[in-house]
C-alpha cells in the first residue's frame, strides 16, 4: 500500500526572530503572522520503503504501464518509458519524442542517468530494478497487490494525484469506476459460474481468487466454477479435459501471444477441439475473449480499469 504525506516547510523560525529583534519599540507596528512557504515535496510509502519526492516533478521516467495510462488520464506527462510493446490507446508514447527506457526488466541506465529525472516509477515487473534507479533519481514501486487488486488500484492511482497534485481529477476518475464496478458486479453475481485461463504458446494456464486476474471472482463476484487453483502470477497448468471436468458455465480467456505481439496459435485456436466443445461455456456460446492488452498488459490504470470492467459488464450480458 502506497501513501503520501505533504511535508510543509515553514519560514516561522525567520520571523520569529524578527519579532523579538524589534519587541523592545513599542511604537512598531506589529509584526505580521507568520507565513508558511508552498510545499515542494512529499513523502511517498510505497511497498520498497518511503521516498522523498518532488511535488510536480518535472522529468518523470515510468517503467510501469499501468502509471503512465494513469498518468495519462490525468493529463500529466511522461518523458521516458519503455516503448517494448506499448499498447495501442498509448501509442504517442513511443514516438521519438518520448525517452526509449530500455525494457520492463532490463533499463537502460545510461540513458535513465542521462535523462536527469525528478521521478521514476517502477510497478511489479520492474521491481527489481527499484534499488539501483534509486541511485539515479527518486524512485517509488507502486507494485499492485493481486490479492487487494481494486483497493490496490485506488491507492496507487491515488498516490499520482498526490504527487501530481490532480487529487480532484483522481477523485472524479474513481467515482466514475466505482459506478461501472457496482453495474458490473451485477451482472458477474449472477452469470454462473466462471473459470479464468490463458493460452500462452499452445500451453493453457488457470486463474483462482487471489491471482492476477483473481480479482474479476474476489471482487466482481464472478462464482469460480473450481476453488483449488493454484493463486499464482502465472496461473496453473491446465489441460482441456480439466477445462471439461471443471464444465464452466462462462470462459473467459486471456491471450498472452496477442499481447506481448508473439505469433503463433491463437486463443481461439487453442481452445477450439472436441474436448473444450464439450463444456457448458462453449455450448451456449459463452466464451469470452478478453482484450488481453488491459488484462495483461497494463493490468491496472485508469484507461485500463475502465476498458475490462466495461468488457466484463458487456460481455456477461
Known amino acids: 500500500m502506497t501513501h503520501a504525506r505533504t511535508r510543509i516547510f ?13 519587541s523592545g519599540c513599542a511604537s512598531a507596528p506589529a509584526e505580521p503572522a507568520p ?33 503512465l495510462d494513469t498518468l495519462d488520464a490525468l493529463g500529466v506527462k511522461v518523458d521516458g518509458l519503455p516503448q517494448q510493446n506499448v499498447p495501442e490507446y498509448l501509442s504517442e508514447y513511443a514516438g521519438e ?8 526488466f532490463e533499463p537502460d541506465y545510461e540513458a535513465v542517468n542521462a535523462a536527469e529525472p525528478d521521478l521514476i516509477i517502477v510497478a511489479n515487473r520492474s521491481a527489481a530494478a527499484y534499488e539501483e534507479l534509486s541511485k539515479i533519481a527518486p524512485t517509488i514501486d507502486l507494485t499492485l497487490d ?83 487453483v493454484d493463486a499464482a502470477t502465472h496461473g496453473d497448468p491446465v489441460s482441456p479435459e480439466f477445462i471439461l471436468e471443471t464444465n464452466p458455465d462462462w470462459l473467459l480467456v486471456i491471450d498472452r501471444d496477442a499481447a506481448i505481439g508473439e505469433s503463433g496459435s491463437t486463443a481461439r485456436q487453442v481452445l477450439d477441439n472436441e474436448v473444450i466443445a464439450g463444456t457448458t461455456a462453449w455450448q451456449n456460446d459463452q466464451v469470452l475473449y478478453l482484450d488481453s492488452v488491459p488484462f495483461y498488459v497494463v493490468m491496472s490504470g485508469l484507461g485500463a480499469v475502465n476498458q475490462m470492467v466495461d468488457q466484463i459488464t458487456d460481455g456477461l450480458k
Open 10 to 22: 515553514s519560514l516561522g523560525i525567520l520571523a520569529l526572530s524578527g519579532a523579538l529583534a524589534l
Open 35 to 67: 507565513t508558511k512557504a508552498a510545499a515542494t515535496e512529499i513523502d511517498v510509502e510505497h511497498v520498497q520503503g518511503t521516498t522523498e519526492v518532488p511535488l510536480n516533478p518535472e522529468t518523470v521516467i515510468t517503467f510501469d504501464m499501468a502509471s
Open 97 to 104: 519524442e518520448y525517452l526509449n527506457a530500455g525494457t520492463l
Open 146 to 228: 493481486w490479492e487487494n487488486y481494486l483497493p490496490s488500484f485506488r491507492t496507487n492511482v491515488e498516490t499520482l494525484g498526490e504527487i501530481f497534485e490532480k487529487q480532484d481529477e483522481a477523485t472524479t476518475a474513481l467515482e466514475e469506476i466505482d459506478g461501472k464496478i457496482e453495474e458490473a458486479k451485477e451482472q458477474a453475481t449472477d452469470a454462473g459460474t466462471g473459470l479464468i485461463v490463458m493460452t500462452n504458446a499452445g500451453e493453457i494456464t488457470a486463474y483462482g481468487s487471489g491471482s492476477r486476474f483473481g480479482w474479476l471472482h474476489d471482487e466482481l463476484g464472478l462464482t469460480p466454477a473450481i476453488d483449488d
